[in-house]
């Protein structure tokens, strides 16, 4: 089992940065793929971006490449969305998530979900 709680959304200007944290229970936390979906108001749930178990495969939605950066860290269970030029189109509520199998953009692949973190871009 593992549980997830994202930490770090808030109200941003459009172009500023803002940095979400994902923090996992569990002893084999290093051994799960993990991601990021969003979620805005009266859309359907998309992928932002993933990174696999060791961190050394990484994959993003087209429309935050180049802004958004996922990271991990093993040792402290963790893992991170920065987000820079934000954009009001960014606007969501932000969820991380876990795969025990797999790696991508699929939500079928992830088993585990956090319960998301409100990202609100002001234009």
């Known amino acids: 089992q593992v549980q997830l709680v994202e930490s770090g959304g808030g109200l941003v200007q459009a172009g500023g940065s803002l940095r979400l944290s994902c923090a996992a229970s569990?002893?084999?936390?290093?051994?799960?793929?993990m991601g990021w979906f969003r979620q805005a108001p009266g859309k359907e749930r998309e992928f932002v971006a993933a990174?696999?178990?060791?961190?050394?495969?990484?994959n993003y939605a087209d429309s935050v490449k180049g802004r958004f950066t996922i990271s991990r860290d093993n040792a402290k269970k963790t893992i991170y969305l920065q987000m820079n030029s934000l954009k009001f189109e960014d606007s969501a509520v932000y969820y991380c998530?876990?795969?025990?199998?797999?790696?991508?953009?699929?939500?079928?692949?992830?088993?585990?979900w956090g319960q998301g973190t409100q990202v609100t871009v002001s234009s």
């Open positions: 998530a876990a795969a025990s199998y797999g790696f991508g953009y699929k939500e079928d692949n992830y088993n585990y």
């Open positions: 990174i696999d178990w060791s961190g050394g495969r990484l």
């Open positions: 569990g002893r084999t936390f290093s051994s799960y793929a």
